[in-house]
């Protein structure tokens, strides 16, 4: 390890960190550029807008996980039903705090059952799968919604934007999660079975792992984040509206594979997706420093994303 | 059980042309009105380029990947379209081109370093979107008249919207299915390796796939701003959606290249007109995509009896 090879072979096979290097990099920029002002305003801003990202985003790196071709698509639609039907339940009363999560998670398990159902009885594939069930999923959440913004219950309010020391508690909360699922996907049956069915699902199937179960409890589970996420960005963002999941399409997605895992399959990386969503945010805040025009902003969004993925990306076999 | 005529492949070949069938039918049911010159054309008049989309994204599917961007992208032809090409139509070829050869280089990039599609085309839906705004940061512009001209065109006896899409999905049926060299194009869905072992460059053939979606992606942003006789960069955002679920309801699979240019846009048409056979049923709009995606699975799970009355 001290050699200059083992350093540079400690840091090739922890992708992860250059995530964690990009999003120092650029928050040093930003800061440099506003002459040190804002910058600890910026982390505080970024731990809560990334806390959503990684919460989506790991149920889309336990789906992607197991195996090429695996993807759910209709995060953004859950998130937009979960929302719409929780901020209407709870009708802006703190005594309905807990059947909202209840029903955000309710939400989730149907979408989840609903995707999985339509990948086993349809044989399709998950991209098509998830594609035309958040057809559904997003028609019902207009129909149900009609638009209306309802305020979340208050006590929702502050808890999803208090912090203590400019550390937001929802992103400590967001951190202890990502702690308790790493030890589940590296330490329990279930875990060791989504990155065997991901590496080759004959042989796991053959090794006697439960293929079909594993499949099924990875899209209930990225669909009930999906939906938990949906709750707290309303809480978050003062009501829920139907687009407000658009945008996680593209960053549960991109967070996954920037952090380092594996698009074909079979090796996850649980730390990678907080420096994803850290770098993906403060790439946007830089771009607005910079005073950047709404159309670069996205260009170079983009750019970025590809040029990560073409950098970082593996050369193995794909979806 | 079934009619020993009707046998599995020839029924899953006229799933797509049924389920068109089932809904022209059920919305002269409901509305005799629209079985006329004028309603057709009305009911159809998005056909086109929701069709040219959709077969922009029969051709990414072919060689085993999927298109997230083209909607962006026909966005930003449209902005182009009703800005450079009507007041400098050089220029505006030329961007338009250029556009053409950044898809090429998409399938490139996705070839050569082995990535997933779904995140480049992802990633390229932004870039495409960012051109977009900053060409027409407010929607606007004029459409070029000679396109405004033709989208307008009135056959006789048969609407325009008909010809075009019969016309269009026979070309793309006879350069695809009919020819030597679209065989090999759908071979490198079918088996990339056997294909490379034949002499065959991959890297050619995605380049020409992703070029002939970018070209079909051109000629679809441009008839949707000779309907609209104006551009907005938001203007075909449900474009994406609408081309795959149309190319799976005209039969592409997502492995083997098995795809069908005269299916995909039949099942353009019959997403178009799902939009009318809802509203003819009176129910809200906010439907309609709800409306799509159920069309698409009662269509998928026909497809899933089919093949397995072909195990049987």
New interface residues.
């Given amino acids: 390890m001290t050699s200059l090879g083992g350093v540079f072979y400690y840091l090739r096979t922890r992708a992860w960190i250059w995530s964690f290097v990009a999003t120092a990099m650029v928050w040093i920029a930003t800061i440099l550029f506003t002459g040190g002002h804002g910058g600890g305003q910026m982390l505080t801003a970024a731990l809560s807008f990334a806390t959503f990202t990684i919460i989506v985003g790991i149920g889309q790196m336990f789906v992607i996980t197991t195996g090429p071709?695996n993807?759910d698509l209709s995060i953004p639609a859950t998130m937009a039903l979960s929302g719409a039907i929780t901020t209407k339940i709870m009708d802006t009363q703190d005594g309905m705090i807990l059947t909202g999560f209840a029903v955000a998670l309710g939400v989730g398990l149907a979408v989840g059952l609903f995707n999985y159902g339509?990948i086993r009885?349809?044989?399709?594939?998950p991209?098509?799968a998830t594609?035309?069930?958040?057809?559904?999923v997003?028609?019902?959440a207009?129909?149900y919604g009609?638009g209306l913004r309802i305020k979340p219950p208050p006590a929702l309010a502050d808890f999803t934007t208090a912090e203590i020391g400019g550390i937001p508690i929802l992103s400590i909360c967001g951190v202890v999660f990502t702690i308790i699922m790493g030890v589940v996907l590296a330490r329990t049956f279930y875990g060791r079975s989504v990155l065997a069915v991901g590496q080759n699902m004959r042989a796991a199937w053959l090794a006697g792992i439960p293929v079909e179960r594993t499949r099924l409890v990875t899209y209930v589970l990225s669909a009930m984040l999906a939906g938990l996420s949906g709750l707290l960005l309303s809480g978050f963002s003062g009501g829920s509206s139907l687009n407000m999941g658009e945008e996680y399409?593209?960053a549960s997605?991109?967070v996954v594979?920037i952090g380092g895992t594996s698009?074909a399959g079979g090796r996850a990386n649980v730390p990678g997706i907080w420096g994803a969503a850290l770098f993906l945010y403060l790439l946007v805040t830089m771009l607005n420093t910079f005073g950047a025009?709404?159309?670069?902003?996205?260009?170079?969004?983009?750019?970025i994303?590809?040029a990560v993925?073409?950098v970082a990306?593996?050369?193995?076999?794909?979806? | 059980m079934l009619p020993v005529f009707l046998n599995a492949q020839l029924l899953r070949s006229a799933l797509p042309a049924l389920s068109l069938g089932v809904l022209l039918v059920a919305i002269f049911i409901i509305q005799p009105n629209a079985m006329s010159y004028f309603g057709l054309n009305l009911m159809l008049q998005y056909a086109v380029p929701i069709a040219l989309a959709t077969l922009a994204q029969m051709f990414v599917i072919t060689v085993n990947d999927l298109d997230l961007s083209i909607g962006a992208f026909v966005g930003l032809v449209a902005c182009i379209g009703a800005t450079y090409l009507h007041d400098t139509p050089g220029l505006g070829l030329l961007m338009l081109a250029g556009c053409i050869v950044v898809y090429a280089g998409m399938g490139a990039l996705i070839q050569l370093r082995n990535l997933p599609s779904i995140v480049v085309t992802l990633g390229m839906s932004f870039v495409w979107l960012g051109i977009a705004v900053l060409i027409l940061p407010t929607p606007g512009g004029k459409s070029p008249d000679v396109i405004k001209a033709l989208m307008a065109l009135k056959i006789p006896a048969v609407p325009f919207p008909i010809v075009a899409a019969v016309v269009i999905a026979l070309i793309v049926q006879a350069g695809l299915m009919h020819s030597s060299y679209g065989a090999v194009l759908r071979g490198a869905g079918g088996n990339p390796k056997a294909l490379a072992r034949a002499g065959w460059s991959m890297l050619q053939i995605k380049m020409a796939m992703f070029a002939l979606a970018g070209f079909f992606g051109v000629l679809s942003g441009l008839s949707l701003i000779g309907l609209t006789t104006s551009g907005d960069a938001h203007i075909a955002d449900r474009y994406t959606l609408y081309s795959i679920a149309g190319a799976i309801l005209g039969g592409a699979e997502f492995v083997g290249g098995r795809v069908s240019p005269v299916g995909a846009v039949l099942g353009a048409l019959t997403l178009t007109l799902t939009g009318s056979f809802l509203i003819f049923l009176r129910i809200s709009p906010d439907w309609q995509i709800g409306a799509q995606g159920a069309i698409l699975i009662i269509v998928l799970a026909l497809r899933a009896l089919i093949s397995r009355g072909e195990r049987r």
Avoid: D, N
């Fill in positions: 071709g993807v339509l009885l349809l044989r399709i594939p991209i098509i594609l035309s069930a958040s057809f559904l997003q028609s019902t207009i129909a009609r399409l593209l997605i991109a594979v698009v025009s709404a159309g670069l902003r996205l260009i170079m969004t983009g750019v994303i590809i993925i073409t990306g593996s050369g193995e076999q794909k979806r």
